[in-house]
């Protein structure tokens, strides 16, 4: 891991640009971290619109942790951003707004090609930035994940065991391979579902839900679209990280 630029935030927190072999990505760290009282780490997934795009939320989620005294990384998806181009990726992103704009409904097909390759190929990046950011003196851990897609999510969630907590968001397409992953998800769950997301298949995101496996996990629906999220909502999910990860 490079990091390649740092500044201070308004509130103290230290906003760190990394690089990990070709990928970038952020760290930001509280003020109150350091070696003698490292804090625990929330992994920031997001949508494959890249990195800049995603900033400006990024940077809000990041310092609404801080303030609870729990540092945030994220890491850019592959195909996004300044990364190399992915045709297959870009050819199912394609062929869903082609279907979305015609009205039709979205195949099973389009679905597991614009889900499956990318959480086969993000998985294995946000393992290896763990490997990297764990040793970091002023990271203690434990870890959790919040938002993004939400197959990457699962996965990592069953075959990442520093994961101890998840926050998922119930707003983007889910391959039906998915729902036997999501019975081995075990760690305490906190699912965000916005009632009237025009793109998301509520009955499909219920169904999810019961299909985690985790003896803790609770749903919060609230009505609204795929961005009318309360505000109120994000102090909730930032009360689920508190009680699992400080």
Do not use: C
């Not at 804090?39 to 940077?59: E, F, N, S």
């Not at 990364?83 to 870009?90: I, L, M, Q, T, Y």
């Amino acid at each position: 891991m490079h990091f390649t630029y740092e500044q201070h935030l308004d509130d103290g927190v230290l906003e760190r640009e990394f690089t990990l072999g070709e990928i970038p990505g952020i760290l930001w760290t509280p003020a109150s971290a350091s070696a003698s009282a490292p804090v625990p780490l929330i992994l920031l997934g997001h949508p494959p619109l890249g990195l800049r795009k995603m900033y400006p939320r990024l940077v809000a989620r990041a310092q609404h942790s801080a303030a609870q005294g729990v540092a945030s990384a994220t890491i850019e998806l592959p195909g996004s951003g300044d990364r190399p181009r992915w045709p297959a990726a870009e050819q199912a992103r394609a062929d869903l707004h082609r279907a979305m704009e015609a009205g039709e409904p979205v195949s099973d097909e389009i679905v597991d090609a614009l889900i499956l390759p990318l959480v086969e190929k993000a998985v294995p990046e946000w393992q290896a930035t763990l490997d990297a950011l764990l040793p970091l003196p002023e990271i203690g851990g434990p870890v959790g994940y919040s938002g993004g897609v939400i197959s990457i999510g699962i996965r990592l969630a069953v075959v990442e065991p520093r994961i101890v907590a998840a926050g998922f968001f119930a707003g983007s397409f889910v391959p039906r391979a998915m729902f036997q992953e999501a019975r081995q998800v075990t760690i305490p769950l906190h699912v965000l579902l916005q009632w009237d997301d025009e793109g998301n298949d509520r009955q499909a995101a219920l169904d999810l839900f019961d299909a985690f496996g985790s003896k803790e996990k609770s749903l919060y629906a609230n009505m609204g679209g795929h961005t009318g999220v309360p505000q109120f909502a994000g102090d909730a999910a930032a009360q689920f990280f508190t009680r699992h990860l400080k």
